[in-house]
């Protein structure tokens, strides 16, 4: 991607006012950012076996014999979830090889919804709660009248 740009102001040489600058790599806060970001992002994580999804392109699966470890891109915050602890390891060592990186811990929050762990009873969940209380305010709805779920109460979900 070839971006050019004015000549920032106090910088610019007499007599060579008509000249652009040649970008050498992208600024944040162009619109080219996000996109060359993603790009070299995308080009990076494939080079490591994860293979993007057909669905959702911000959205990587590596699997190794029984392990398998998903990456979930945003913006520039990752999401990593997997079944072997050790290849999570393996994979935050690589990513932080490869890019600036910080490990925040275990998400608690992930866009506002709150993720929710049993780990005696190996449950895993997604409370939206919040997310959805914080729409409501938004639209100035906090005090409508709540209704019930066109759906069984108490209904217990399966693989099956």
């Known amino acids: 991607m070839d971006v050019r740009t004015d000549q920032p102001e106090g ?86 090889t490869q890019f600036s990186m910080k490990d925040m811990g275990e998400a608690s929050y992930i866009l506002g919804i709150k993720v929710y762990r049993d780990r005696s009873r190996r449950l895993l969940g997604l409370i939206q709660s919040s997310y959805i209380e914080k729409l409501l305010k938004r639209f100035k709805m906090e005090h409508s009248k709540r209704g019930l779920l066109p759906m069984r109460h108490g209904i217990k979900l399966s693989k099956k």
């Open 11 to 96: 910088f610019t040489a007499v007599g060579e006012e008509q000249k652009v600058c040649h970008l050498q790599r992208s600024i944040y806060g162009l619109k080219q950012a996000s996109r060359r970001w993603n790009t070299h992002f995308d080009e990076v994580i494939r080079g490591y076996d994860f293979i993007k999804n057909d669905y959702d392109p911000c959205v990587y699966k590596k699997i190794s014999g029984s392990s398998v470890a998903y990456l979930v891109l945003h913006v520039d915050d990752i999401l990593l979830i997997g079944n072997d602890v050790k290849m999570l390891g393996d994979i935050k060592a690589w990513l932080s």
